[in-house]
């Protein structure tokens, strides 16, 4: 989805993973914010759960953290 004004562009990404392994999903969130000054990425990662007690087993944060390299990897930085 991207959505644009004369002076801001916004990119919003969504992407699932499904691990076979042990049947849970992960759900990862991008939205891109470019503007006149400057380029922002927010990462959102969510699910990962699965069994009786939902427990994600880090599945969605390594998920956030593959995207967080991915960015570093193309100029951004953390603030």
Known sequence: MCRLDDHTTV?????E???MRNGSYAGLTIQLIEN??????NIIASAGGE???NISWGANSDFAYMAE??????GFYTE
Do not use: C, H
């Not at 990119?11 to 992407?15: A, D, E, K, S, Y």
């Not at 006149?36 to 990425?41: G, H, L, P, R």
């Not at 390299?69 to 193309?74: E, G, M, Q, T, V």
């Open 11 to 15: 990119i919003l990404l969504v992407f």
């Open 17 to 19: 993973k499904y691990f």
């Open 36 to 41: 006149e000054k400057m380029q922002t990425a």
């Open 51 to 53: 069994g009786i007690f």
């Open 69 to 74: 390299n991915i960015l570093r990897n193309n």
